[in-house]
């Protein structure tokens, strides 16, 4: 087995009239036959399995289950058929504003995404001046954190993210965010990643990062598996023109 193995993976999400309503009128509407419910199919049977060092990227449009697969690798959500069996520590950047309080500091959110992620105090009080410096952040590092840009938020969320040298990392069109000049810094960091023998799973509709990037490709639409291999640039090329009819 390499680092991660994903094996007829299928996910749905289960979608009724149940919101709002309590466990008492929950059972009384299962009873009288006015509960309705219906399973959404998001992943179907998706199979595909990366070596250590390997770097993943994955493309397909809006709505195609990209970021769904990416929580059930994460361990957020778990497959309704198939298996995910994964080797070390993962570090997921899904949603730049997830794991961080609007409320709080930068430097306060930066060890609060830190124990989210499982790292110690003591590991933060050693990479934190690391993390700020990639993200360009020294001046705000007492700033309220919902004053900040999306591009510094996506900064700091991905420094945190990258700098720790995780076994897995999983991105979510993060490197789409920000400025040119930070998208050749975390490209460039990307790699060093690679050269270091991290696995690294992008999701990008940049099909240019994906190649300069990539050594594994894999092609999702509608929840379902049109290609996966390493010959990146064909099947750019074929999603490419895809994309134009």
């Known amino acids: 087995m390499g680092i991660l193995e994903v094996n007829d993976v299928s996910i749905r999400y289960k979608i009724g009239n149940f919101k709002n309503i309590g466990l008492k009128e929950y059972f009384l509407r299962k009873i009288s036959g006015k509960y309705n419910q219906k399973n ?23 709505g195609a289950g990209k970021s769904t697969l990416l929580k059930a690798i994460s361990g957020i959500i778990l497959p309704y058929e198939g298996y ?5 520590t993962i570090a997921a950047l899904l949603e730049l504003a997830s794991g961080f309080d609007g409320d709080l500091t ?10 989210l992620l499982g790292y110690t105090k003591s590991f933060m009080n050693e990479k934190y ?7 360009e952040l020294e001046e705000f590092q007492d700033q309220i954190f ?5 591009g510094m938020k996506s900064r700091l969320a991905f420094s945190i993210a990258s700098l720790v040298n995780p076994d897995i990392l999983i991105l ?20 060093e990643i690679i050269e270091n023998g991290s ?12 190649r300069s990037l990539c050594n594994k490709i894999l092609w999702l639409d ?9 010959d990146v640039n064909t099947i750019c090329d074929k999603y490419a023109v895809f994309l134009e009819k």
Do not use: C, P, W
């Open 40 to 62: 959404i199919v998001v992943n179907s049977h998706v199979t595909f399995s990366l070596e250590k060092g390997d770097m993943l990227g994955i493309i397909g449009k809006n």
């Open 84 to 88: 995910i069996k994964r080797e070390g």
């Open 106 to 115: 930068v430097r306060e959110n930066t060890y609060l995404r830190g124990a």
């Open 129 to 135: 001046d690391e993390i700020i410096k990639f993200a």
């Open 146 to 150: 919902k004053y900040l840009s999306s």
């Open 172 to 191: 979510d069109e993060v490197l789409s965010v920000g400025d040119g000049a930070f998208r050749k810094k975390s490209e460039k960091k990307m790699f």
């Open 199 to 210: 696995t690294t799973i992008l999701v990008s509709h940049n099909l240019n990062q994906i």
């Open 222 to 230: 509608k929840g379902h598996v049109i290609e996966f291999g390493s």
